[in-house]
C-alpha cells in the first residue's frame, strides 16, 4: 500500500532549556533542564504534487464521498450524533475517549452520567462550526471555546493559543521521554496563520490538503487541550468549503482510530518531510468511511416504512404521523422539544410518545420519569453498528 514519497519539508529540531514551573515528579522530572523541540516547517505555498497511484486513490476517495452527500445527504442529518462521537475520540494525549452511544446522547441532553461523554458532547458546537466550512483564526478560537467550555481546569485556556511549552507523551510533569515536543509558543501565532494560508488554498487536491492540514495543525499543538478534535474538524471544514461535502461529515476517525500505531506513524512521516502516509491514509479511511456510511443511509431510508408498520399506519397528520417524520431528523428528543418544534400540547405529544415506545420505535434513555430522554431505538443501533463495521474494516483493510 506504499508509494511514491509527497515531499514537504521536513521540521527542525532545537534543544531549549528546560525548567519545571511548578514541583512536581519524580527526582528525574525536577533535575529534567533541556528538551529538544520540533519546529514544523511553513506549509503555506508548498508545491503538494501527487504521484499517480495517490492521485487515483484521492480521486475515488473524493468521488465515493461525493457520491454518499449528493445521494444521501439529507438521510444522513441522524449521523451527526455519530460523527461528533467519532471525531472526539482522541484527547491532547491521544487517549482514547470511550463511551456508549447512549451515554453521549444523554450528555447532549445535559445528563453528566459519564465523563467522556460529556466531553463528547461539548464539542458538538466546536464541530459544527468549523466543519461547516468557515475557516479562520476567529473560527478556531470560538471552536476551542466552545469545546473547552465545561472543562475546570482548561476553560480558562479555551480560544487562546498555549502560553506554554506542551508535549505529547512521557512523564505528566516535564518533557521526559515525551513522544513528541512541540514548537515553543512564541512560534505558535505565525505558524498558525501559516496554515490558515495553506487551508485556504483552491488550487490543490482537497483531500490531501485536508490530510495535510490536520498533521500541521498535530505538528504545530496550538492549544494546552483539544488540539485533535479542532484540527481534524478543521480538516472536514476544508472539505465543506472546497465544496466536496455540502451537508454531512464523514466519519473517517472512526477508522482511524482503529490503526492508531499507523496514524501516527503517518504522523512521524510527516513530520520528516513526506506527506505521502498520511495522504494515503485519509484516502482510504475515506472511501471506508463512506461506503459503510452509503449501507448506513439505505438502512435509514426505510425505517419511517417500518415505523408506520409498526404503529399500523396513524392518520396523517396526526401527532403521532408528525412525531414519526420528526424522527428523521432528529432520533433523540424530549416531550419540550416535541412542544416548541411541532408545536404539540404536552397531553399530545405524551400520548403519541407513549404509542411509540410501546410500538418499539422509542425507548426511554434515563432511569427518571420526568423529562425522559426518548430516543429512535433502530436510528441509534444503525449508528453504533456504522461505527462498528468502519472499525472493522480499518482493520482488515488499512
Known amino acids: ?55 487515483a486513490l484521492s480521486e475515488t476517495a473524493i468521488r465515493a464521498i461525493s457520491r454518499l452527500d449528493a445521494d444521501h445527504g439529507h438521510t444522513l442529518i441522524p449521523l451527526s450524533y455519530l460523527l461528533l462521537r467519532s471525531e472526539s475520540i482522541a484527547s491532547s494525549k ?18 453528566k452520567s459519564n465523563s467522556s461523554a460529556t466531553a463528547m458532547a461539548a464539542a458538538t458546537g466546536a464541530l459544527d462550526l468549523l466543519s461547516s466550512g468557515e475557516i479562520s483564526s476567529d473560527s478556531i478560537a470560538r471552536a476551542h471555546r466552545l469545546l473547552m467550555a465545561d472543562d475546570p481546569t482548561e476553560a ?27 514548537p515553543p509558543p512564541e512560534y505558535v501565532p505565525p505558524l498558525m496563520n501559516d496554515l490558515l494560508a495553506f487551508s485556504l488554498r483552491s488550487d490543490i487536491p482537497a483531500l490531501a490538503q485536508a490530510a495535510v492540514a490536520h498533521s500541521q495543525f498535530e505538528a504545530i499543538h496550538p492549544f494546552t487541550d483539544g488540539n485533535g478534535r479542532i484540527g481534524r474538524a478543521l480538516a472536514a471544514g476544508i472539505l465543506q468549503a472546497r465544496a466536496v461535502t455540502t451537508g454531512i461529515t464523514v466519519p473517517l476517525a472512526a477508522a482511524l482510530v482503529e490503526v492508531r500505531d499507523r496514524y501516527f506513524r503517518a504522523l512521524n512521516s510527516y513530520h520528516s518531510g513526506d506527506a505521502g502516509p498520511v495522504i494515503a491514509l485519509w484516502c482510504r479511511s475515506s472511501i471506508i468511511a463512506a461506503e459503510e456510511a452509503q449501507l448506513t443511509a439505505q438502512r435509514l431510508s426505510g425505517l419511517p416504512d417500518e415505523w408506520q408498520e409498526l ?88
Open 311 to 398: 404503529t399500523g399506519r396513524p392518520r396523517a397528520k396526526s401527532s403521532t404521523a408528525r412525531i414519526l417524520t420528526y424522527l428523521a431528523s432528529t432520533p433523540v428528543f424530549t416531550i419540550d422539544d416535541l412542544e416548541d418544534s411541532l408545536g404539540l400540547s404536552s397531553t399530545a405529544a405524551s400520548r403519541s410518545v407513549t404509542v411509540l415506545a410501546d410500538a418499539g420505535v422509542l425507548r426511554g434513555m434515563t432511569s427518571r420519569k420526568r423529562n425522559q430522554i426518548w430516543g429512535a431505538s433502530d436510528i441509534l443501533a444503525e449508528l453504533e453498528d456504522l461505527n462498528i463495521r468502519i472499525g472493522a474494516r480499518a482493520r482488515s483493510e488499512l
Open 1 to 55: 500500500m506504499s508509494s511514491a514519497p509527497v515531499p514537504i519539508p521536513s521540521a527542525q529540531s532545537e534543544t531549549r532549556p528546560w525548567r519545571q514551573e511548578f514541583r512536581g515528579g519524580t527526582i528525574d522530572d525536577r533535575k529534567f533542564a533541556e528538551v529538544a523541540v520540533s519546529i514544523p516547517a511553513n506549509i503555506g505555498t508548498v508545491d503538494l504534487q501527487l504521484p499517480t497511484d495517490l492521485s
Open 156 to 182: 480558562h485556556l479555551g480560544g487562546r493559543y498555549r502560553p506554554m511549552q506542551n508535549w505529547i507523551g512521557g512523564s505528566d510533569h516535564s518533557p521526559r521521554g515525551a513522544l513528541y515536543v512541540p
Open 94 to 111: 491521544i487517549e482514547a475517549e470511550e463511551a456508549p452511544i447512549d451515554d453521549f446522547v444523554r450528555a447532549l441532553h445535559g445528563v
